[in-house]
């Protein structure tokens, strides 16, 4: 598949994740009679990801994180030469989605970023005022188990096609743990997104939501490449 196409992929696929998780999140969470509450974010955001792995998994390998993308390089499952292109996509996409969600939550008269615009965060921006060192535990511990989930069901020996399934039922439970704590990022992407457009605070802490995801995602590819050889 060319590079070309696989960066296509992974900006759709970011965009969706970002776009239906963190729109889960500012439109659907507190509507009157209806929001769907932590419950309902946390499914919503493992949602995402299951439908693109369907739909772009064998496109792109449906990363839509950039700590995958490097949990993934460091358990020898991607190349080098094309990290740097497939973070930048991601990015790029969930800027965008988080964009069109922007235009869609300011057409509601009160609408303002004040409210965090379901941005990432810790201290008094943490959803339950977890400290910066709980956010960053948090954060790395629950990267690594994402990735060992995703490097063993993807594992050549795992049960074949169920992965896109395991994946996003690890990612819903992921923020049933840690909504109150960070909001949960577990990936860069998703927090850099919704943080250019609420500024401020969401960008100067946005630092722990790019370090602490990818140390996590690194250590667990280190890890499962010893755990899954067979020698």
């Not at 239906?20 to 932590?38: K, M, N, R, T």
């Not at 188990?145 to 096609?161: H, Q, W, Y």
């Not at 909504?179 to 630092?207: K, Y």
């Not at 939501?209 to 010893?226: E, M």
Request: charged letters at 5%; glycine letters at 14%; one cysteine or more.
């Amino acid at each position: 598949m060319p590079l070309s196409k696989k960066l296509v992929a992974e900006f759709f696929g970011t965009f969706w994740l970002v776009l239906g998780g963190c729109g889960s999140a500012v439109l659907a969470a507190a509507f009157p009679d209806v929001g769907i509450g932590l419950l309902g974010v946390s499914l919503a955001f493992g949602l995402t990801v299951l439908t693109m792995a369907f739909a772009i998994g064998h496109i792109s390998g449906c990363h839509l994180n950039p700590a995958v993308s490097v949990g993934l390089w460091m358990g020898g499952r991607f190349p080098a030469s094309e990290l740097l292109p497939y973070i930048g996509a991601q990015v790029i996409g969930g800027i965008a989605g988080a964009g069109i969600l922007y235009v869609i939550a300011s057409g509601q008269a009160d609408f303002t970023t004040a409210a965090g615009f379901a941005s990432n965060g810790f201290g008094e921006h943490s959803p339950g005022g977890y400290s910066l060192t709980a956010a960053l535990v948090c954060e790395i511990v629950m990267t690594f188990m994402f990735l060992m989930v995703i490097l063993g069901s993807t594992d050549k020996r795992a049960p074949a096609g169920l992965a896109p399934i395991a994946i996003g039922l690890c990612l819903t439970l992921i923020h049933l743990i840690s909504i109150p704590v960070t909001n949960t990022s577990v990936n860069p992407a998703r927090s850099t997104g919704v943080a250019v457009f609420v500024g401020d605070w969401a960008t100067a802490q946005l630092w722990l939501f790019w370090v602490a995801p990818i140390v996590g995602a690194a250590i667990a590819g280190v890890v499962y490449n010893w755990l899954g050889k067979e020698d």
